[in-house]
């Protein structure tokens, strides 16, 4: 496991969090035109735009945050998506959690669960798609 208290790890969460920002962007995007425009149901619209997400961040942080030279891209994107898809199954508890047990707004609370889910996300793949 990484030492994760370390200035090269601070360094990799802070690229992290600029990578995830442009995942919010496609994420609230896609979700939105899925929900919205494609009045798709409302969890289902948020797992496209999860995946979606997670998809382009895969690139971003392997060329960008981790610098990976792994060969073995499938493998690592399979691992990348696999944490995502936990990631998802987090993001969606804690949504369902928020919006019919708390009553809050969907977007604020998807933005919470993306919040808890990143720390997830960023600690998992440090530890095991980037290694």
Same mark, same amino acid.
Do not use: C
């Given at each position: 496991?990484?030492?994760?208290?370390?200035?090269?790890?601070?360094?990799?969460?802070?690229?992290?969090?600029?990578?995830?920002?442009?995942?919010?962007?496609?994420?609230?995007?896609?979700?939105?035109?899925?929900?919205?425009? !494609?009045?798709?149901?409302?969890?289902?619209?948020?797992?496209?735009?999860?995946?979606?997400?997670?998809?382009?961040?895969?690139? !971003?942080?392997?060329? /960008?945050?981790?610098?990976?030279?792994?060969?073995?891209?499938?493998?690592?994107?399979?691992?990348?998506?696999?944490?995502?898809?936990?990631?998802?199954?987090?993001?969606?508890?804690?949504?369902?959690?928020?919006?019919?047990?708390?009553?809050?707004?969907?977007?604020?609370?998807?933005?919470?669960?993306?919040?808890?889910?990143?720390? /997830?996300?960023?600690?998992?793949?440090?530890?095991?798609?980037?290694?």
């Amino acid at each position: 496991m990484v030492d994760i208290l370390t200035r090269e790890v601070a360094w990799k969460f802070i690229k992290f969090g600029i990578v995830g920002i442009s995942g919010v962007l496609v994420d609230f995007g896609v979700t939105y035109i899925s929900k919205e425009w !494609l009045k798709i149901q409302k969890y289902i619209a948020n797992a496209i735009g999860v995946t979606l997400a997670a998809s382009s961040n895969y690139f !971003l942080n392997r060329w /960008w945050t981790f610098h990976s030279q792994n060969p073995e891209i499938a493998i690592e994107y399979g691992r990348f998506l696999m944490i995502s898809l936990i990631g998802l199954g987090i993001n969606t508890l804690v949504l369902w959690l928020l919006v019919s047990k708390g009553k809050y707004n969907f977007y604020l609370a998807k933005l919470f669960a993306i919040a808890v889910v990143t720390i /997830w996300n960023f600690i998992a793949n440090l530890n095991y798609t980037f290694v």
